[in-house]
């Protein structure tokens, strides 16, 4: 077992945390301000490989892999918390076009992803089916060489700054009758709808797409007619899942940054609050999840990387580092006592972004309905 980064990795992460830091941090007013993304800095990100980074060179990316993800997302979001979340989403587009593309779909999308060009989106969510996938109404029917689409997806990442979605409809009845289509922001009768004003990850686009008689081309079904749940599930348990993991990972790297540096420069009773035994066990237990946070993204990165099933480890990840940011931020504002809710201060962004976490990518819940699948699964009876 070998728990060090190589050479590369640690290189990667340094250059990702230089660009974090001096090309992010200045955004990061506006976006909290407007809740709009920086698409000025897809060009930079995908010099340096990062929107490419899972994307193999013979389609323009750099074909990294998972582990070199995980580091590139983990030090977006110990910046900037809304980077790693647009970004992860971006890599869900790319992986789902990858697996399940043709050549000629492969060759005429993922180039333009890896190059910045534009973004990914992967649209699975609808009113009437967010944790039930299946219980989606948004509906798909073939007439002629086309497929006719109508419906809406909502709480969708980077809605509004792809010029093409990869949408999950309905072609038929029951679990086996949704299918995946690459559908052109500009097709007849598609259009990004709401834009929503979230809570935190304010920097990252969240919006709705509609569809009114939406017409996309025959060609442009992603994999086979009713092979839509395989792929929404395969992208967002491997792709989704450890992205918004490495994404709370961050958070949770800045949580721990920002509480120690407080705790040791605060004075009371003439002495740094970090002196006082309350405020050590806070910052021990901040630590736990951090270093546990840890363990787990890369492990399930690693098994990606390695060809290995990990569904059960990618959704621990995603669970626990999603809640151990919100409640280590929640632990984190406490120790700035009333300065932690002060717009001054970061921490107060950091509990805001961890809450957004914790839906986005499937809910604690789902997370746990997967965990106890595999938890039980040595006890019940053949
Ligand atoms: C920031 C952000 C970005 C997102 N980006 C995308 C995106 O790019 N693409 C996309 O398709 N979707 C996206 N989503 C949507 C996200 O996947 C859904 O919000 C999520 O799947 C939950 O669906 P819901 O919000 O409709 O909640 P519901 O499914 O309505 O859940 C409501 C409550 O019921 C609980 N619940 C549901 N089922 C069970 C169960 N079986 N057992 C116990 N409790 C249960 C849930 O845990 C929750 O507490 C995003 C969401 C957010 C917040």
Known sequence: MDFAFSEREEMLRKTVREFAENEVTPKMGAMEETGKFPMELLKPMAELGIMGVITPPEYDGVGLGYVARTIVLEELGRVCGAMPMAVQVHHMGCAALYDFGTDAQKKKYLPALAKGETMGVVAVTDPSGGSDVVGMRTSAELKGDRYILNGR????????????????????????????????????????????????????????????????????????????????MKTVSETGRTGMAATALGILTAVYEEAGKFASERVLYGKPISALQGIQFLMAEIYAQLEISRLLCYRASWMKDQDMRFDTESAMAKWYACEAAANAAKKAVEIHGAYGIMKEYTVQRLLRDAMVTIPAGGTGEIGKVVLARAALAPFMKK
């Open 153 to 232: 997806k909502c709480f969708i990442t980077n809605s509004h700054t792809s010029d093409f979605w990869i949408v999950i409809a309905r072609t038929a009845e029951g679990a086996k009758g949704l299918s995946a289509f690459i559908v052109d922001k500009d097709a007849p009768g598609a259009k990004a709808g709401h834009e929503e004003n979230k809570l935190g990850l304010r920097g990252a686009n969240t919006g709705e797409l509609v569809f009114n008689d939406c017409e996309v081309p025959k060609e442009n079904l992603l994999g086979q007619e009713g092979g839509g749940l395989a792929i929404a």
